[in-house]
Structures are given as structure tokens and as C-alpha cells.
T-cell receptor, first 111, second 113 residues
Framework: DGGITQSPKYLFRKEGQNVTLSCEQNLNHDAMYWYRQDPGQGLRLIYYSQIVNDFQKGDIAEGYSVSREKKESFPLTVTSAQKNPTAFYLCASSNIRDEQFFGPGTRLTVL | AQSVSQHNHHVILSEAASLELGCNYSYGGTVNLFWYVQYPGQHLQLLLK??????LVKGIKGFEAEFIKSKFSFNLRKPSVQWSDTAEYFC???????????FGKGTRLHILP
């Protein structure tokens, strides 16, 4: 069954802690993306990667970091430097410039 | 910078009403255009897309969109909505020089039974 998996579905973090969100795809897509979705804000791009071992900052990269060591995986770390991390995080993958396929999302809450 | 505007933030319609959701983008060159839908509790999924050819594009569940290059618009339409169309709809644009897709802020559609 092809698709994108994100884990965990819900995540709670104390202030000052880093946390890593998982994203895996088995669609053989070259490109992967991380978005943040807030009510009334749409989807805002955090980071994206077009190829293994390479990634670019999106519009709101501050306080986040990523890695792309494998084609299938694109984990996102929310660092303590992110001032307002409570949000819904979506991972997506695609062939370059084609439609994106989305995972189910991770809802992060900072306590 | 490229941008995507969705003018209707929240739309409420009765079943069987006709729907048109506006989408305008700011880039003047070649674009790929998308409409995505997010049903309550479900993944974001593609409704339809336009890359080239016939500017009237048909998608899933009876939706269609028309690309009007002169107006920089890609409005989404459905002649008769159903209660199950209640969802949030996102317009998105990819500029061919870039590998990013830019999303609008979304339109929440609520259909009254």
C-alpha cells in the first residue's frame, strides 16, 4: 500500500525541549516537504528537499531543522528556538513540480 | 514574491446550491495550478490540477476549475453541492522555475443539509 506515514499522530512537548517528527514515504518520490498548518493561515512551507542529502529552507524555517539521509525519510526537528511550535504539521512528497501527496499529519502541543 | 489569494474564507451554502470559490495568483509566467481538499479528519487530497491544454479542468466528485490566464485566476466550481462537500479547500500554484508549491489560506465550506 503506497503512501506517506507520519508519526506520532499527537505529540506533547515541554517548553525548551527539541522534538522530532517522523515522515516516511514509499511512493519513490524525489521531493519531500514539511508544512505547518494553522487555522486561517493555510499551509506554510518549512523545508523541502528535492534529492537525498540536500534540502532548502521554506518561508518559515526558523526554529526548525531537517535531514534527508534516505530517499524515503524526511524527519523534522522542532527546536526550542521555535517561538510558537504548537501547530499541525504536514509532510508531503511528489515528483518534481507535480501534485503533492500528503500524510495524515502530526499535532504538536507545547505544554 | 509569488502569492495565492483565496477571497472567500468561509462559505455556507445549502445542499443543491451552486458553488464557485475564487483563486487568484500573482505570477505572470508559466504556472501549474492545483485545488486540494481536506475533509474533516482526513488527509489533504488533490481535487484537480492544470498543467497545460484545455483550460477547463474536471476533477473528482463533480468539481471543475477554469484557468483564465488574463485574469490570473483558477476558480473552482460545482453546479450542485452536497452535504459531503463540507471541507476546507486550498488553491495552490507552482511556478515552473521553482520546485515549491505555494498554497492559499484556504476556504472553509459548510453545506447545510
Amino acid at each position: 500500500d503506497g503512501g506517506i506515514t507520519q508519526s506520532p499522530k499527537y505529540l506533547f512537548r515541554k517548553e525548551g525541549q527539541n522534538v522530532t517528527l517522523s515522515c516516511e514515504q514509499n511512493l519513490n518520490h524525489d521531493a519531500m516537504y514539511w508544512y505547518r498548518q494553522d487555522p486561517g493561515q493555510g499551509l506554510r512551507l518549512i523545508y523541502y528537499s528535492q534529492i537525498v542529502n540536500d534540502f532548502q529552507k521554506g518561508d518559515i524555517a526558523e526554529g526548525y531543522s531537517v535531514s534527508r539521509e534516505k530517499k524515503e525519510s524526511f524527519p523534522l526537528t522542532v527546536t526550542s528556538a521555535q517561538k510558537n511550535p504548537t501547530a499541525f504539521y504536514l509532510c508531503a512528497s511528489s515528483n518534481i513540480r507535480d501534485e503533492q501527496f500528503f500524510g495524515p499529519g502530526t499535532r504538536l502541543t507545547v505544554l | 514574491a509569488q502569492s495565492v489569494s483565496q477571497h472567500n474564507h468561509h462559505v455556507i451554502l445549502s445542499e443543491a446550491a451552486s458553488l464557485e470559490l475564487g483563486c487568484n495568483y500573482s505570477y505572470g509566467g508559466t504556472v501549474n495550478l492545483f485545488w486540494y481538499v481536506q475533509y474533516p479528519g482526513q488527509h489533504l487530497q488533490l481535487l484537480l490540477k492544470y498543467f497545460s491544454g484545455d483550460p477547463l479542468v474536471k476533477g473528482i466528485k463533480g468539481f471543475e476549475a477554469e484557468f483564465i490566464k488574463s485574469k490570473f485566476s483558477f476558480n473552482l466550481r460545482k453546479p450542485s453541492v452536497q452535504w459531503s462537500d463540507t471541507a476546507e479547500y486550498f488553491c495552490a500554484v507552482n511556478v515552473n522555475r521553482d520546485d515549491k508549491i505555494i498554497f492559499g489560506k484556504g476556504t472553509r465550506l459548510h453545506i447545510l443539509p
